[in-house]
Nanobody
């Protein structure tokens, strides 16, 4: 199973970016999917998660600005980021809890990370 993240880049404060993360490989189903970020010198932190039925969770710092969504048919999770701030600058990682078959327990997978840089 591989998670391929894309959509990062450089944007001015107040701008928007949309991240995508597609899971591929031997996948029976995907449970929770989400996004985390890690800024230089800081620990990785949760940004947002979404369950397979669409329930969402957000860090307080991004509520009202970021929106997570997913396409279950494509095993893909998205993060729409609006009103970006310099403090949102980080490497963003996607995560997915994947079930590979009915006989295997779910396991967490990480994407490779995509850089988001917000200039002031």
């Amino acid at each position: 199973v591989q998670l391929q993240a894309s959509g990062g880049g450089v944007v001015q404060a107040g701008g928007s970016l949309r991240l995508s993360c597609a899971a591929s490989g031997s996948i029976f189903s995907a449970n929770d999917m989400g996004w985390y970020r890690q800024a230089p010198g800081k620990q990785r932190e949760l940004v947002s998660t979404i369950t397979s039925t669409g329930s969402t969770n957000y860090a307080d710092s991004v509520k009202g600005r970021f929106t997570i969504s997913r396409d279950n048919a494509k095993n893909t999770v998205y993060l729409q980021m609006n009103s970006l701030k310099p403090e949102d600058t980080a490497v963003y990682y996607c995560n997915a809890d994947i079930v590979r078959s009915v006989t295997m327990p779910p396991r967490g997978y990480w994407g490779q990370g995509t850089q988001v840089t917000v200039s002031s």
